[in-house]
């Protein structure tokens, strides 16, 4: 029996592994696709796409070794919500893939039109608290820590406000001078991918509260009112 229980948690810190591993890849593209837009560098931009493969590659792998888990095993109360956890985190983390590699593909198109760095100040904004997110998230997930992904929860009502103020300046910047739409238009979807990593990053923290406790947050997500803006906002 001991031995049974020795190889189940070794499972489930091998299963752990997985989920910081794909982790660490999701905060780096996002990184390597704001950096390639900063420098509209396609080659980076280029290598962010093909990396996103080994994201799917783990999520594929995360939702089979927890599928099997669960079947041999039959775990039951905190164990069980580890591995439902687990499987959460990688499914955000691989969306988190997809929305860096929309970014990265972006690249292209606005490097034809240039970049004005008047019109990147508030994007760029913007990547450097997603990031922040990313990273606190993840470490809250490796060390366990629910005040930090409390934290993050918390803040994201922050990167809302700041899309909302961003999509207002780029549309105004394309009212005042038509040239500036083409690469105003990139932008405002450039910001709505980082916008909705920042969801994904809450997620993973009410992923880890759920984990941790048992229970979800008594209290609903807090969330800056976007109706405003979400009917013409880049898909």
Same mark, same amino acid.
């Given at each position: ?9 070794? $499972? ?44 799917? $590659? ?20 905190? #164990? ?13 983390? $691989? ?64 990167? #809302? ?75």
């Amino acid at each position: 029996m001991e031995h049974t229980v020795t190889a189940f948690d070794q $499972e489930l810190r091998d299963l752990a592994g997985h989920v910081a591993e794909m982790g660490g890849i999701a905060e780096r593209l996002v990184a390597d696709s704001v950096a390639a837009l900063a420098r509209l560098d396609q080659f980076q931009a280029q290598r962010v796409v093909d990396a996103d493969r080994r994201l799917d $590659e783990l999520q594929r792998r995360i939702e089979e070794e927890a599928v099997l888990l669960i079947a041999r095993r039959q775990p039951m109360a905190s #164990d069980l919500r580890e591995i439902v956890a687990a499987l959460r985190i990688s499914i955000d983390l $691989e969306r988190v893939g997809d929305l860096a590699k929309n970014i990265a593909k972006r690249v292209a198109a606005i490097n034809g039109a240039g970049l004005h760095k008047s019109l990147w100040v508030g994007v760029e904004h913007l990547s450097d608290i997603v990031l922040e997110q990313m990273k606190a998230v993840l470490d809250a997930f490796t060390q366990r820590d629910d005040a930090a992904a409390r934290a993050v929860r918390l803040r994201d009502t922050e990167i #809302d406000a700041l899309y909302t103020s961003i999509f207002r300046e780029l549309l105004t910047y394309m009212m005042e001078d038509p040239r500036n739409i083409s690469q105003c238009a990139h932008l405002l979807f450039c910001a709505k991918n980082l916008e909705r990593i920042g969801d994904h990053a809450t997620n993973i923290a009410e992923t880890v509260h759920y984990a941790l406790t048992g229970a979800p947050y008594g209290e609903e997500r807090p969330k800056a009112d976007l109706s405003a803006i979400e009917t013409v906002t880049p898909a």
